[in-house]
């Protein structure tokens, strides 16, 4: 199974700080995609960084992806209240079985 | 609107009462899942499905059975529900390219009695 763990399990900040989640992973991907749930919602995608990405930016979101240690961290700058939320990676791999595995997530509390 | 319907929201049943929770989904995936989310245990992949007539089992497929006849649709079967299937249920679905992201439904609450 492609199985992603996200660390740490819970991280409360300051509106305005920034915030840094991280994902290991163990076989390698195709991609790495991060979600985010408020909570008892859906997931919702936010980002997805390719295997020969290093790194990528969506607005005040900026992934990195380290296949060498097979790692990523999802950096959320400048953050604002309506940020909290539990955030989730996943991998995918090229082929295969598609039988995909979430970590426990990050928990985000931004404090105003 | 792109979007992945559950139905029911929300659902309380007695133990063995045969249920059924529906998905749908309007965007022409390829593939669809089912995850139960658990406190402390994250999300769990229960059943998913490739395409038409294409399914396979998940981490944690006992007590669940799915059926894919059409490519929209993606029901989970609760033949006989008992206590500890008590959970949060969502499906998702995404075009069958790895790399193209997965669409949440808004999720079902389950509790079996």
């Known amino acids: 199974s492609q199985q992603g763990e996200e660390d740490p399990q819970a991280l409360s900040i300051q509106e305005g700080e920034n915030a840094t989640m991280n994902c290991s992973y163990k076989?390698?991907?195709?991609?790495l995609q991060w979600y985010r749930q408020n909570s008892g919602r859906g997931l919702v995608h936010l980002i997805l960084i390719r295997s020969n990405e290093r790194e990528k930016h969506s607005g005040r979101l900026r992934v990195t992806l380290d296949t060498s240690k097979k790692s990523s961290s999802l950096l959320i700058t400048a953050s604002r209240a309506a940020d909290t939320a539990s955030y989730f990676c996943i991998k995918r791999s090229q082929g295969g079985s598609e039988k995909l595995v979430f970590g426990k997530g990050t928990k985000l509390t931004v404090n105003p | 609107e792109a979007q992945v319907t559950q139905n029911p929201r929300y659902l309380i049943t007695v133990t063995g009462k045969k249920l059924t929770v529906t998905c749908s989904q309007n965007?022409?995936?390829?593939?669809m899942s089912w995850y139960r989310q658990d406190p402390g245990l994250g999300l769990r992949q229960i059943y998913y499905s490739m395409n038409v007539e294409v399914t396979d089992k998940g981490d944690v497929p006992e007590g669940y059975k799915v059926s894919r006849k059409e490519k929209r649709n993606f029901p989970l079967i609760l033949e006989s529900p008992s206590p500890n299937q008590t959970s949060l249920y969502f499906c998702a679905s995404s075009f069958g390219d790895r790399a193209s992201p997965l669409h949440f439904g808004n999720g079902t609450r389950l509790t079996v009695t």
């Open positions: 965007m022409n995936h390829e593939y």
């Open positions: 076989t390698s991907i195709n991609n």
